[in-house]
């Protein structure tokens, strides 16, 4: 048995709306992997994103957009991140995002982009080289 | 038949669904040798072939690809974009449109709202007053043709608003013609918008109901979503079994309230999906046709035609896409279309093929458009009605979907006391039961995706590193913030005595048995927001926990 301790993850839909089967099923996955998985839910504001963070000493944040305010809403996340100075805290993003807005979130700060389609294994071993 | 039902993999050849196929289909697979009988002729009870006797050979269904973004002047002019086209066209030749609106509207929230950043304008059209109507309304003819509005629950504001800006254009509401979806079961379940109490979002549908079938005979005031259930993880029949189950509530609620069935019925319209699987596709809408009517008739005593008519608003199954090579959405949508018109819808969308991009560009939605008018112009099938009819297989599937589709019925009923299907689903709602039930569909579906159980062209086979990339569309951010400062201005200018007024007034009426929408129409017309209007009910009814 392992002596690490698990990686904690948060999970949060930002944007009102309902969408959330793509981020439930990420958080069962990686549940089923043995990360520490905590769903903040939907219609989450960055500002409470990085405020649980904080309190839950997460190791990763994990931001899904469904509703096409990806670039704003991370670059919101990054920079209270940085003002916080949390930033070893690892940040990745999934949703509707469309390939070309792929490079501008990755200068943002975002470490990885997981688009629709992806399967929930690549997520998992992507995030286990953490 | 003796055949050999497993394939290579030692599985049993399914639908999506799970129904079983064989090799091949011959008369013995009728269980009824009397089929005319049970199918009945289209036009007529139980609607079976179609709802119409001569369907598109009078007039092909509507081409209604829903559209919304950035304020009404833009969504107005993606609307005149699209009717030159030769989109957007209905019965009669006159023009039809489907609006969807933003996140902050959709939840209740003013685009000046903290929780609005970002997102105004962005996914649909921003309403904060009646008046932001007026840009789109403008140009329509609201009293020919069909506006659909894809209004979540509670529908009262927004309907209000509506209304009131139809009639600062000079329409009586009795004129005006289309459907508002004011279905919240699905509201609640898929959209997971869930701002009231289920007995104060029960109380403002039917008030809008009842409004609707005392001053709107042209206007559907429940457009039952039975689409929603399937991207959410729900099967075909599931989702269709949701889609009767609720409009089967409606009625017994309406029913509660002393309004006549034979009223109610035909105030009701349908939003169905239709997935990439053509021939559960074309039986799922055939089954439905038959149960509506049976059970309208044989349980509700409806005996209005219209009301026994399950009229269909087509709309195909956005989860069947891929973000991977989007053109082939374009080949998926066009059989998922087919297999509505094979079905029998009154009217289409066909999504567009950059779905899992951003919303539509012009390009992807009149992609659509021609899809809809090569069906109906260059192939033969609007020139014969049910073209499927008859065919022993789709037959098979026709009482294999409506056995299904009963047995998820009686399921929802027995959450309740067994009997009811508004309980049933209040119950359901309440215990997280459809929740759990849709996440557990959707997980397994995932899986099956990823360990290639399931194909998808382009994502798990036939994957290639080189695609055509689709440019997504942006809403321009000068959109977002122009309404903004609308809003702004607008309630700096406004009566505020006025304002306060309505809302007393709204609360009073909220607080009372009598029907909300007059006070809620004239509140929109007194410069109330929609954040506002939704506050008072929040307040009245109370937040669902």
Known sequence: ?130 | MADTPQDKRGKEHTTSSGIPLNAVYTPEDLKDGDCLKKLGNPGEFPYTRGVYPEMYRKFPWAIRQTMGYGSGEATAQRGKDLLETGGQIGYGGDQVNSIVFDGPTCWGYDSDSPRAAYQVGKVGLPIDHYEDFLPLLEGYPLDKGFTNLVIFNPSVPLMAMYIAAAKKLGYSVSSLRGSGNNDYFRTHICLRVRLLKLTGQLRLCMDLLDYGIKNMPNWSSIGVSGFSYQPSGMNAWQSMAMALASGFAYIEAAADRGIPVNDVARQITFFIGCGVDFLEGIAKFRAARRLWATTLRDRFGVTDNKGLQFRIYGYTLTTDYTAQQPLVNIIRGTIQGMACVLGGVQALNISPYDEALGIPTTEAQTMSIRAQQVIAEETSIPKVVDPFGGSYLIEYLTDEMESRMNGFMDEIKQLGDGDSFLKGLHTGMESRYFDELIERMNWDRQQKIDNGEKTVVGLNKYASGDEVAPRAFKVPAELSMAKIEELKKYKQQRDKQKVEQAINKLRKVAESDENVMPAAIEAAESGVTLEEMHRVFQEVYGAFE
């Open chain 1, 1 to 130: 048995m392992s002596m690490k301790p698990r990686t904690r993850v948060l999970l949060a839909n930002v944007g009102l709306d309902g969408h959330q089967m793509g981020a439930l099923a990420v958080a069962r996955g990686l549940r089923d992997a043995g990360f520490e998985v905590i769903y903040l839910g939907l219609n989450q504001m960055p500002r409470d994103v990085v405020a649980a963070a904080a309190q839950e000493e997460v190791d990763i944040i994990g931001i899904s957009s469904m509703c096409g305010i990806h670039l704003e809403a991370l670059s919101e996340i990054v920079a209270l991140l940085k003002k916080r100075d949390m930033q070893n805290i690892k940040l990745i993003a999934g949703g509707i995002i469309p390939g070309e807005d792929v490079p501008a979130l990755k200068q943002a700060g975002v470490a990885e982009v997981f688009r629709p389609g992806t399967p929930i294994k690549d997520i998992v071993a992507s995030l286990k080289e953490h």
